[in-house]
């Protein structure tokens, strides 16, 4: 069961304890999108208390039982979930009503960086997807992405669209589907050593205000 | 209804009327996915023909009530769905079973070539995954993929990922979502004038046996 007012309550009351720095949100709540105004008061909050929202999927649902063999739940729904997450962020206008708001996207940003074109071409030909203030791509900025693309070339190519600056590393542990050696996988990409800095932990210390 | 006697009667038909040189099927079937064990006879059929399938989202479901607003369900389902199908065909086995068998897969391959490292950790690492006889990456060969990236960059790495004479040239004619002047995208990509000339029409000559 949705309940706003009891999750501001705990938003007080975690906010204020030490180490905390940042919030924690499945990319659907209950079924319900980021965009449902429901969630606008804790957005409100959250974005007060400038403090980033790192998004991971909980319960994803989309692709239902076809997703369930071969564990495509986690394989590709996971990625799906984290895209659909960043849409109704973007398009259902949490972005524009929210221009402090920062979300960290899983999963090197779901394939968000990799349907962006397609977003952006709707976005231009179809009126009803012209429900954001801009363009898509213009909100990549607005996100921050973690090394989990499994894909040397993969994140090499999202480093090019987002900028290195947007880029932190992740280890997925302690899951089947996580880095055993992160480190290792961030130090193999074609990079300057302060560009590595950077996404080994400056980046992280920078957003987390350590 | 499901009637695969019916389609393999059809099947019949329609393979040799003139001009037929392809199969043209949805990316699921009534929700049935393509591994579904009815469609076993009419892959065999297809395979025994010789003849290419090209996929395409039919009436997806994939994401449900979340993505009907702001058109994301053709913007994001349609691709989510042809990655959902490549799925299928990989882990599922019937790439392995019907190993002549050649798919082409719409809006560049779906998010699959930017999945591929996922997946193919997800088959070293979780056994439920290692359903097929081979790494998922070792089935790139085996799909053909269209140019509906809408994006540059994004073509680009999804050509220096399954090969340029994997890449045929894509229109989304006549809908909203598609080119105005499909051939200045490929004309614009970074490719030698051999090259683009199999993308817009050698490859389709070939594997339509034209």
């Known amino acids: ?8 309550d705990e938003l007080a009351r975690a906010s204020k304890l030490p180490g905390v720095r940042g919030i924690y949100m499945g990319t659907n709540i209950d079924n319900h999108d980021l965009d449902d105004p429901l969630f606008e008061p804790i957005f409100t909050r959250i974005e007060t208390l400038g403090l980033p929202v790192f998004l991971h999927p909980l319960a994803p649902i989309v692709g239902g039982s076809r997703l369930q063999p071969f564990f495509l739940n986690r394989l590709v729904a996971y990625p799906f979930d984290t895209t659909i997450a960043a849409c109704h ?3 259902g206008g949490v972005m524009d009503r929210h221009p402090n708001l920062l979300f960290v996207l899983p999963h090197a940003g779901g394939v968000l960086p990799n349907l962006i074109g397609r977003l952006d071409h709707g976005w231009n030909a179809i009126p009803a997807a012209k429900h954001s203030a801009q ?3 213009a909100y990549l900025h607005r996100f921050m992405y973690d090394t989990i693309a499994h894909s040397k070339p993969m994140m090499e190519f999202i480093i090019s669209q987002v900028g290195v600056e947007r880029i932190m590393m992740g280890s997925d542990y302690c899951f ?3 880095y055993d050696r992160p480190v290792e996988v961030v130090e193999q990409l074609h990079l300057s050593s302060e560009q590595r800095k950077m996404i080994l932990g400056g980046t992280a210390a920078k957003i987390l205000k350590i």
Chains 1, 2 share one sequence.
């Open 89 to 91: 962020l973007i398009f």
């Open 1 to 8: 069961m949705l309940d706003p007012d009891r999750a501001l």
């Open 135 to 137: 363009i898509p791509s």
């Open 176 to 178: 089947a589907v996580g």
